[in-house]
């Protein structure tokens, strides 16, 4: 077994900033591409960012220049920085991530979400 726990969700007020975090755990050989979501009040859930083990960096061109994403392969976690944030960046941020674990393959762990409210 595997999972994903993520944190650093809270209150912040526009143009601030915060830092989640999503670490693994269970019985882990290696991570492959680790990615973060979000889901919006009312909206289907959409890609932000995601990373390779080769650390390969994949942004929305609504978070570019905003979003830092980058991972620590020895503590299996994944951060996203996020910087200038807007109403709009408001939902439940998910982790995601292609989990190995010796001869078995989890292609599509998810975590439980945290929230990111941005608001005044």
């Known amino acids: 077994q595997v999972q994903l726990v993520e944190s650093g969700g809270g209150l912040v007020q526009p143009g601030g900033s915060l830092r989640l975090s999503c670490a693994a755990s269970?019985?882990?050989?290696?991570?492959?591409?680790m990615g973060w979501y979000r889901q919006a009040p009312g909206r289907e859930r959409e890609l932000v960012a995601t990373?390779?083990?080769?650390?390969?960096?994949n942004y929305a061109d609504s978070v570019k220049g905003r979003f830092t994403i980058s991972r620590d392969n020895a503590k299996y976690t994944v951060y996203l920085q996020m910087n200038s944030l807007k109403p709009e960046d408001t939902a439940v941020y998910y982790c995601?991530?292609?989990?190995?674990?010796?001869?078995?393959?989890?292609?599509?762990?998810w975590g439980q979400g945290t929230l990111v409210t941005v608001s005044s």
């Open positions: 990373i390779t083990n080769g650390e390969v960096t």
């Open positions: 995601n991530a292609e989990i190995f674990s010796w001869d078995l393959t989890y292609p599509e762990v």
């Open positions: 269970g019985t882990i050989s290696s991570i492959g591409t």
